[in-house]
């Protein structure tokens, strides 16, 4: 990472802030003079004008610009030139003279010299810079996030439950008094009806933002709720939430106003998250004439309040500022710094929101003065620097315009730290700020592209609550967020899953349905012309068909956009130093490989490039398939592995299929009828079943040997092999020798799942662990038992443990040699006992699927060299897909395959050896049968496989 520099500036005694060319000169080569003592050597001088267009046009990449800067004294000007070095991608401001002080300590912050969050004086110290300087330095800690490449949004619907409210703010329009004859509050199916709307466009939250708690203003709310069957509003908003997410999936997010514990704890049952704004604490706001005179529910120690209690009940909140009503910079620092107090006490604030006022007709505000874009952008740049890289700090797109059309003010937005753009609806007005329409995906999705970033769509709760979930969220909400959820904590956005029969496109820049949020594809009738006219009764609202755009969600995990392709976008530099040190064939770190498995738009594409370029490299254009047949002799099992739909026993007779065990006889014969079919191979496992031995693995061994003695026998998952070992009494190398002699060619590596024992606890916890597991490894390799390695991957795991998953491979592998290949096994869901208790996701999206096989390839290399593509899991067309993305394998023909089925894929009962090679060959690739170590296939068996009948 680049050390950002900066802007010198040097105060001249002038009357005017005109300067000549000559003069402008001068002062950037008294620049370069300073520039250079620090230690640069790549300066570069602009002589262009020192005005802000002449600016905007070439302070770029290797150049530096000229800006004047006024001072409170007429006579004098601060001139400040920002430099950038050849190879920054930013300019920092580094001030000399009598702000120097201050930018040492800007640098500190930047740097991470103070931890994540600095102390209160050296924000105080830093928050009277520039801006340029202080949004330079919150854009870079934001860019130290993981996801730095992205801006999220959530797709969301608006449900303003009631309009009623006890308090009457000098800014809102929102507010509606009660009426006779008309409803304080929507009925339940005009919720649902939009709701179902909502889910059917593609959204995933639903935004209930309702009053105060009208019941204690109006006897009519009162007398309202009482004939729906409630005494307060908070009481009925979670029967109507609950309503929702049952019947639609959408996830609630709750702002209700000021609540008391109990109600927060009321509400956590059914939402994923909630949220109060805390605005402002500046007392003066709540005198006579302030925007919160006589609003109850303004008072801050009753938002704190609300907001503390949320901590305490470890709710995911979100709160923030509302600026431009009468407070000051101070007032913002202060509250900014109090939020932090309070999240570093209870670490439930999931965003920060920083809205500016907007002034609406028709309330006391109508005249106020709205703030600036500087003083929006100061306060999101103060936030970033207050709160760190990891608080997701949000600013709503339409309340800052994009009058010139090209996206300028929202750059702007972002250039300032935020990374993220808030609720977005294709379906339902903002109800708080109805004069400010949502913009549209396409053009906001452009602008932020242009900023060089990504539009990503996100959940109603952020990634880290997600990955905690049982910690953070109800058990009753979590089922619906993880079907949600992708591994990043995204919104999954992908109709496919692993498994799933269904005609998707695997082109990273094409989408069609699947996945597809359809903007505008319904709409309110909003009956309102953005004027002040807003509609009276919330039950007058109906839904209208617009059939406009569809924005879809590309393989690659970001929006698509219509001739707008990652148009200003560009691989970033962290994934660019990655790749180089897998070029130079350098171990990758944890941290790093984790990276990878984060690219997202063109880091995306990069990564699958540098994976299929290494693949030809190492491959060729062949692509090598093993003629075999699963035996799968027995599913009655004793462990209670929860991702397992085929294991019959105790806790899970109701799955499908019937319990069984095949004789010897049986399995002797179908391993003759596959050797006469052209195989090659057998593959064979089973259940632990309670009446097996290490015995039982070996009469098994000799059964198929003697009917078919040429027939390689790939059998018995590390699991087996241990507890064959321990019924036996022998070490682990004891029995696999005598395997190895009863004719045992090689091992599966199945039993895998994730190397990680925090996932194994919870996924398969009385499964061997980590350890145990390649320990049965590194057993097989030293007696000359090759080995295949797996990952079954896209559950309840995520990127960091698939990264430690694949450093245990690849230095097991450094110390033995014996892997032959890597096979990742993407989760299939459908009848997973995890995913029925609604514990586990939908399996990994396209887009994780095939990172995992680009980043196994690069992170193996070169010590593993056959990465292969499971055409039982993703389909013939799926795997296809992967063979550009780094595979060069694409498993066995598998004349029958039980286990991937029993969990719900329609894929498995035999891809024959014609279907294999046109598949290959349709990708221009070189077909090639092999045997289970990577030999040519023998020709006698060659041909029986392309003649044989199907079974």
């Known amino acids: 990472m680049h050390r950002l520099h900066g802007c010198y500036t040097t105060t001249s005694a002038v009357a005017t802030a005109s300067y000549g060319k000559s003069e402008h000169e001068s002062v950037l080569k008294s620049c370069e003079k300073q520039y250079r003592m620090a230690g640069s050597t790549n300066f570069f001088l602009c002589n262009k004008p020192s005005n802000a267009q002449a600016r905007s046009k070439t302070c770029k990449?290797?150049?530096?610009?000229?800006?004047?800067?006024?001072?409170?004294?007429?006579?004098?000007?601060?001139?400040?030139?920002?430099?950038?070095?050849?190879?920054?991608?930013?300019?920092?401001?580094?001030?000399?003279?009598?702000?120097?002080?201050?930018?040492?300590?800007?640098?500190?912050?930047k740097d991470g010299e103070f931890g994540e969050h600095p102390p209160e004086a050296a924000l105080r110290e830093v928050a009277n810079l520039d801006i340029c300087s202080l949004t330079a330095a919150a854009a870079f800690l934001r860019d130290q996030r993981m996801d730095a490449s992205v801006i999220t949004f959530s797709p969301k619907v608006f449900i303003p439950l009631t309009r009623a409210c006890r308090d009457a703010c000098g800014y809102c329009t929102f507010v509606q008094e009660p009426k006779p004859g008309q409803s304080v509050f929507m009925r339940v199916h005009e919720v649902l009806e939009i709701a179902k709307a909502g889910a059917a466009a593609g959204c995933t939250e639903a935004l209930f933002t309702l009053g105060d708690k009208p019941e204690l203003r109006y006897a009519l709310a009162k007398e309202?709720?009482?004939?729906?069957g409630h005494s307060t509003t908070v009481s009925y908003l979670t029967e109507v939430a609950k309503a929702v997410i049952e019947t639609t999936g959408l996830l609630p997010h709750i702002n209700a106003g000021v609540m008391s514990r109990s109600e927060i704890a009321l509400l956590r049952h059914i939402s994923v998250s909630q949220g109060l704004m805390l605005e402002s604490t500046s007392k003066k706001l709540l005198e006579p004439g302030g925007p919160h005179y006589n609003c109850p529910d303004k008072r801050p120690s009753s938002r704190l309040a609300s907001i503390v209690a949320a901590g305490k009940e470890m709710v995911p909140f979100t709160t923030g500022l509302l600026i431009g009503i009468g407070e000051s910079r101070e007032d913002r620092l202060a509250d900014l710094l109090l939020l932090r107090g309070l999240h570093q006490q209870l670490g439930h604030i999931q965003e920060l929101i920083i809205q500016n006022f907007r002034a609406k007709k028709g309330t006391v505000m109508e005249t106020a003065e709205e703030p600036s874009v500087e003083e929006l952008k100061w306060t999101i740049a103060m936030a970033r620097l207050t709160f760190g890289p990891s608080m997701s700090i949000q600013v709503p797109p339409n309340l800052t315009p994009d009058r010139a059309g090209e996206g300028a003010q929202w750059k702007t937005l972002i250039s300032a730290g935020i990374n993220d753009w808030g609720g977005i609806s294709p379906l339902t007005k903002d109800w708080v700020n109805p004069e400010a329409p949502w913009p549209h995906l396409a053009e906001l999705g452009a602008a932020t592209s242009k900023a060089g970033k990504l539009l990503v769509p996100r959940l109603a709760v952020y990634p880290f609550y997600i990955q905690n979930a049982s910690m953070w969220l109800d058990s009753f909400v979590i089922k619906w967020l993880q079907a949600h959820s992708n591994s990043l904590g995204y919104a999954r956005a992908d109709n496919w899953s692993p498994g799933l029969n269904i005609e998707v496109p695997w082109d990273s820049k094409v989408e069609s349905q699947a996945g597809c949020l359809n903007v505008g594809k319904f709409s309110l009738d909003l009956n309102t012309g953005y004027e002040g006219e807003v509609v009276q009764n919330v039950s007058q609202i109906n839904l209208t068909s617009r059939g406009d755009e569809c924005i879809t969600v590309g393989m690659d995990g970001s929006i698509v956009l219509p001739g707008q392709f990652y148009r200003g976008v560009a691989m970033t530099t962290r994934i660019q130093e990655i790749l180089k040190k897998t070029a130079a064939e350098e171990e990758l770190s944890e941290e790093e490989i984790t990276n990878l498995f984060y690219s997202i738009g063109p880091d995306f594409k990069e990564v699958c490039d540098a994976a299929n370029k290494l693949r030809r490299c190492v491959n060729g254009e062949k692509v090598t398939y093993v003629v075999n047949r699963n035996i799968n002799y027995t599913n009655i099992c004793t462990y209670k592995c929860q991702f397992c739909a085929f294991s019959k026993g105790k806790y899970n007779e109701d799955l499908r299929g019937k319990p069984y065990r095949l004789s010897l006889d049986e399995i002797a014969y179908r391993a003759v009828e596959a050797w006469n079919r052209g195989a090659t191979e057998v593959c064979m496992q089973g259940g632990i079943h309670p009446e097996y031995t290490g015995q039982t693995y070996l009469d098994i061994l000799k059964a198929v040997k003697s009917a078919v003695p040429d027939m390689h026998v790939h059998a018995f998952s590390p699991l087996e092999v241990f507890q064959g070992a321990a019924t036996l009494h022998v070490s682990i190398q004891e029995f696999l020798l005598e395997l190895k002699v009863a004719g045992l060619g090689s091992l599966p590596g199945t039993a895998a799942e994730i190397l990680d024992d925090d996932v194994r606890k919870k996924l398969c916890p009385d499964k061997i662990m980590a350890d145990q597991w390649l320990e049965v490894m590194d057993a097989a390799h030293s007696i000359g038992l090759p080995t295949t390695s797996t990952i079954m991957f896209g559950h309840i795991d995520h990127p960091k443990q698939w990264a430690r998953h694949l450093l245990h491979i690849r230095r097991l592998q450094k110390k033995t040699s014996g892997f032959t290949e890597f096979v990742p096994l993407p989760f299939v869901h459908m009848q997973a006992p995890v995913y029925l208790k609604g514990e586990a996701r939908k399996g990994p999206t396209k887009r994780e699927c095939v990172l995992m096989h680009a980043v196994a390839r690069l992170v193996l290399h070169p010590l593993i060299t056959n990465i292969q593509a499971s055409w039982v899991k993703m389909g013939p067309s799926g795997a296809q897909a992967l063979l550009l993305a780094g595979c060069n394998d694409m498993g066995g023909s598998l004349m029958n395959e039980s286990i991937t089925r029993a969990a719900g894929a329609s894929f498995g009962q035999e891809l024959p050896p014609e279907a294999m090679e046109k598949l290959i060959c349709s990708f221009g690739r070189l077909p090639q049968q092999r045997t289970t170590l990577y030999a040519d296939a023998p020709l006698e068996q060659i041909a029986k496989s392309f003649t044989a009948a199907r079974i």
């Open 61 to 109: 990449r290797g150049s530096a610009g000229f800006l004047p800067q006024t001072t409170s004294k007429p006579e004098q000007c601060v001139k400040t030139c920002c430099v950038m070095s050849s190879d920054d991608d930013l300019s920092m401001p580094v001030v000399a003279d009598g702000h120097s002080e201050a930018l040492k300590t800007l640098n500190l912050i």
């Open 224 to 228: 309202e709720l009482a004939s729906l």
